[in-house]
Protein backbone atom coordinates (compact mmCIF):
# COMPACT_ATOMS: atom_id res chain seq x y z
CA UNK A 1 0.00 0.00 0.00
CA UNK A 2 1.57 3.50 -0.62
CA UNK A 3 0.11 6.94 -0.30
CA UNK A 4 -0.35 8.87 -3.29
CA UNK A 5 1.16 11.44 -1.97
CA UNK A 6 4.43 10.29 -2.05
CA UNK A 7 4.41 10.57 -5.93
CA UNK A 8 2.07 14.04 -5.73
CA UNK A 9 3.62 16.23 -2.93
CA UNK A 10 6.47 18.27 -3.99
CA UNK A 11 9.31 18.00 -1.36
CA UNK A 12 12.82 18.98 -0.62
CA UNK A 13 14.66 19.31 2.58
CA UNK A 14 15.63 22.73 3.03
CA UNK A 15 18.12 22.49 6.10
CA UNK A 16 19.13 25.94 6.17
CA UNK A 17 15.86 27.00 7.12
CA UNK A 18 14.35 24.14 9.36
CA UNK A 19 17.77 23.85 10.82
CA UNK A 20 17.23 20.10 10.93
CA UNK A 21 13.88 20.35 12.63
CA UNK A 22 13.05 16.45 12.28
CA UNK A 23 16.06 15.18 14.78
CA UNK A 24 14.70 17.40 17.44
CA UNK A 25 10.99 16.94 17.59
CA UNK A 26 9.59 17.57 21.16
CA UNK A 27 7.33 15.16 22.62
CA UNK A 28 7.69 12.60 19.34
CA UNK A 29 9.52 10.26 20.45
CA UNK A 30 12.74 8.45 19.03
CA UNK A 31 13.20 7.66 15.38
CA UNK A 32 11.98 4.02 14.90
CA UNK A 33 14.62 1.47 14.67
CA UNK A 34 14.66 -2.15 12.84
CA UNK A 35 16.42 -4.73 14.99
CA UNK A 36 18.79 -5.63 13.42
CA UNK A 37 19.88 -1.90 12.87
CA UNK A 38 20.51 -2.28 17.15
CA UNK A 39 23.21 -4.42 16.44
CA UNK A 40 24.73 -2.08 13.65
CA UNK A 41 24.59 0.67 15.67
CA UNK A 42 26.13 -0.84 18.44
CA UNK A 43 28.97 -1.34 16.63
CA UNK A 44 29.41 2.11 14.88
CA UNK A 45 28.69 3.53 18.28
CA UNK A 46 32.24 4.58 19.28
CA UNK A 47 32.68 6.58 15.77
CA UNK A 48 29.10 8.21 16.17
CA UNK A 49 29.81 8.94 19.70
CA UNK A 50 33.07 11.18 19.49
CA UNK A 51 31.31 13.77 17.24
CA UNK A 52 28.30 14.37 20.87
CA UNK A 53 27.50 16.80 23.08
CA UNK A 54 28.22 16.10 27.04
CA UNK A 55 24.38 15.84 27.36
CA UNK A 56 23.69 13.16 24.34
CA UNK A 57 26.52 11.11 26.00
CA UNK A 58 25.11 11.16 29.46
CA UNK A 59 21.65 9.98 28.02
CA UNK A 60 23.83 7.54 25.76
CA UNK A 61 25.73 6.12 29.09
CA UNK A 62 22.84 6.23 31.54
CA UNK A 63 20.08 4.90 29.35
CA UNK A 64 21.57 3.34 26.58
CA UNK A 65 21.03 4.26 22.87
CA UNK A 66 17.45 2.90 22.50
CA UNK A 67 14.01 2.02 24.25
CA UNK A 68 11.41 -0.67 23.52
CA UNK A 69 11.09 -4.53 22.98
CA UNK A 70 11.79 -6.40 19.68
CA UNK A 71 10.06 -5.06 16.69
CA UNK A 72 9.15 -2.00 18.21
CA UNK A 73 12.48 -0.40 19.07
CA UNK A 74 13.36 3.27 18.88
CA UNK A 75 16.33 5.92 19.70
CA UNK A 76 16.82 7.58 22.80
CA UNK A 77 16.51 11.36 23.09
CA UNK A 78 17.42 13.84 25.21
CA UNK A 79 14.56 15.64 27.33
CA UNK A 80 12.49 14.47 24.65
CA UNK A 81 13.37 16.40 22.45
CA UNK A 82 16.67 15.91 20.80
CA UNK A 83 18.27 12.90 19.16
CA UNK A 84 20.51 11.26 21.38
CA UNK A 85 22.49 11.39 18.37
CA UNK A 86 22.14 14.50 17.18
CA UNK A 87 24.54 17.54 17.24
CA UNK A 88 24.64 20.98 16.32
CA UNK A 89 26.90 22.30 13.38
CA UNK A 90 26.45 25.94 12.30
CA UNK A 91 23.54 26.25 13.55
CA UNK A 92 22.53 23.18 12.13
CA UNK A 93 21.55 19.82 14.15
CA UNK A 94 23.26 16.84 12.19
CA UNK A 95 23.35 12.97 13.13
CA UNK A 96 26.65 11.54 14.26
CA UNK A 97 26.21 8.45 12.25
CA UNK A 98 25.53 10.72 8.72
CA UNK A 99 29.22 12.69 10.03
CA UNK A 100 30.98 9.23 10.90
CA UNK A 101 29.59 7.90 7.32
CA UNK A 102 30.77 10.77 5.30
CA UNK A 103 33.87 10.80 7.10
CA UNK A 104 34.63 7.09 6.19
CA UNK A 105 34.73 5.52 9.57
CA UNK A 106 32.13 3.69 9.38
CA UNK A 107 29.03 1.89 6.42
CA UNK A 108 25.88 2.77 8.25
CA UNK A 109 24.66 6.15 7.33
CA UNK A 110 22.12 6.43 9.45
CA UNK A 111 18.98 3.85 10.79
CA UNK A 112 16.45 3.64 7.85
CA UNK A 113 13.83 5.75 8.97
CA UNK A 114 15.57 8.70 9.52
CA UNK A 115 16.81 8.18 6.08
CA UNK A 116 13.45 7.81 4.56
CA UNK A 117 11.88 10.82 6.18
CA UNK A 118 9.15 12.24 5.06
CA UNK A 119 8.49 8.52 4.19
CA UNK A 120 7.22 6.15 6.60
CA UNK A 121 7.13 2.75 6.37
CA UNK A 122 4.88 0.88 8.23
CA UNK A 123 3.11 -2.54 8.89
CA UNK A 124 4.37 -6.60 10.04
CA UNK A 125 5.65 -6.94 6.15
CA UNK A 126 6.78 -3.43 6.18
CA UNK A 127 4.58 -3.24 3.00
CA UNK A 128 2.88 0.35 4.03
CA UNK A 129 4.64 3.15 2.73
CA UNK A 130 2.75 6.72 3.53
CA UNK A 131 3.85 10.47 3.72
CA UNK A 132 4.20 11.97 7.11
CA UNK A 133 3.72 15.85 6.83
CA UNK A 134 5.15 18.06 9.95
CA UNK A 135 4.49 21.96 10.25
CA UNK A 136 8.48 21.82 9.96
CA UNK A 137 8.70 20.64 6.62
CA UNK A 138 7.08 23.98 5.36
CA UNK A 139 9.88 25.34 3.63
CA UNK A 140 10.62 21.57 2.43
CA UNK A 141 7.44 21.69 0.41
CA UNK A 142 8.00 25.40 -0.71
CA UNK A 143 11.57 24.01 -2.21
CA UNK A 144 10.37 21.24 -3.95
CA UNK A 145 7.32 23.30 -5.97
CA UNK A 146 9.86 25.62 -6.87
CA UNK A 147 12.40 22.36 -7.34
CA UNK A 148 9.33 20.60 -9.16
CA UNK A 149 11.02 17.29 -6.83
CA UNK A 150 8.46 15.20 -5.36
CA UNK A 151 8.97 13.24 -1.73
CA UNK A 152 9.16 10.22 -4.19
CA UNK A 153 12.38 11.81 -5.99
CA UNK A 154 13.56 13.12 -3.06
CA UNK A 155 13.86 10.22 -1.21
CA UNK A 156 14.84 8.05 -4.02
CA UNK A 157 18.73 7.21 -2.29
CA UNK A 158 16.73 5.71 0.70
CA UNK A 159 14.35 3.84 -0.75
CA UNK A 160 17.07 2.17 -3.19
CA UNK A 161 19.01 1.83 0.13
CA UNK A 162 15.17 -0.32 1.58
CA UNK A 163 13.87 -1.80 -1.11
CA UNK A 164 16.18 -2.27 -4.16
CA UNK A 165 16.89 -0.05 -7.66
CA UNK A 166 14.61 -2.56 -9.14
CA UNK A 167 11.85 -1.43 -7.09
CA UNK A 168 12.69 2.25 -7.03
CA UNK A 169 12.50 2.13 -10.86
CA UNK A 170 8.79 -0.21 -11.22
CA UNK A 171 7.37 1.70 -8.86
CA UNK A 172 8.65 4.72 -10.97
CA UNK A 173 7.45 3.64 -14.02
CA UNK A 174 4.01 2.06 -12.68
CA UNK A 175 3.62 5.51 -11.21
CA UNK A 176 4.10 7.22 -14.62
CA UNK A 177 1.95 4.76 -16.52
CA UNK A 178 -1.10 5.87 -13.73
CA UNK A 179 -0.47 9.42 -14.16
Known amino acids: MIDDRIFNVKF ?4 QKCKGACCTLKGAGGAPLLDDEVRIIKSALPHAKKYLGKANLEV ?12 DYALNNVNDEDCAFSFY ?12 FNNGE ?14 RISGKKRNIM ?8 ADALIKGEE ?13 VREYGEKFYNELKINFLKNS
Open 12 to 15: SCDV
Open 60 to 71: LDREGFYYGDKG
Open 89 to 100: EEGIVKCSFQKA
Open 106 to 119: IDFPKPISCHLFPV
Open 130 to 137: RYEEINEC
Open 147 to 159: ENISVFEFARESL
